[in-house]
């Protein structure tokens, strides 16, 4: 990847990032590279936004990077939690407000579910700074961020 490829990368990959963290929490983890040979194709624009990604084209690269096949979308936060807490872990969370506290501008952006009750959730959030980190966020926050779960299963 070369040095302009890698800034796109961390400005726009969010859903990469997270379909690379989803094979790791699989067990059968998958490197930037692999994901990058694997997907590419889908990418929206690979010269100027390299790893923009459809989340329409999810389904198309699971079996791919060796995640299951099956997906189910909800923006219903009990049904989401009720298939978190049933044992679905592979679930990316999809807002569409910037996650930031007090933020209301939209951003559409992806991250990865990594614990859910009836008050909170929290998540793995990729950054653009090419960093990533761990968010707690409160049961409000997922009508006010427009978050939604997309579950692989």
Not at 4 to 16: E, F, S, T, V
Not at 54 to 78: E, F, K, Q, R
Request: proline share 8%; glycine share 6%.
């Amino acid at each position: 990847m070369t040095p302009a490829q890698q800034n796109q990368w961390n400005l726009y990959a969010c859903i990469p990032r997270c379909l690379i963290r989803l094979t790791e929490i699989n067990g059968n983890p998958v490197s930037r590279d692999d994901f990058c040979v694997q997907a590419e194709q889908f990418f929206v624009d690979t010269v100027n936004k390299y790893g923009l990604f459809p989340i329409a084209c999810v389904p198309n690269v699971l079996p791919l990077l060796g995640l299951p096949p099956n997906i189910v979308h909800s923006n219903v936060y009990a049904s989401v939690m009720d298939r978190f807490v049933n044992g679905d872990r592979l679930i990316l969370m999809c807002s569409g407000i910037d996650l930031n506290p007090g933020a209301i501008n939209i951003i559409h952006h992806c991250s990865v579910l990594t614990d859910m009750n009836p008050q909170a959730f929290s998540i793995w959030t990729p950054c653009q700074d090419g960093n990533d980190l761990p968010l707690p966020m409160n049961v409000q926050d997922w009508v006010a961020k427009q978050c939604s779960g997309i579950v692989i299963s």
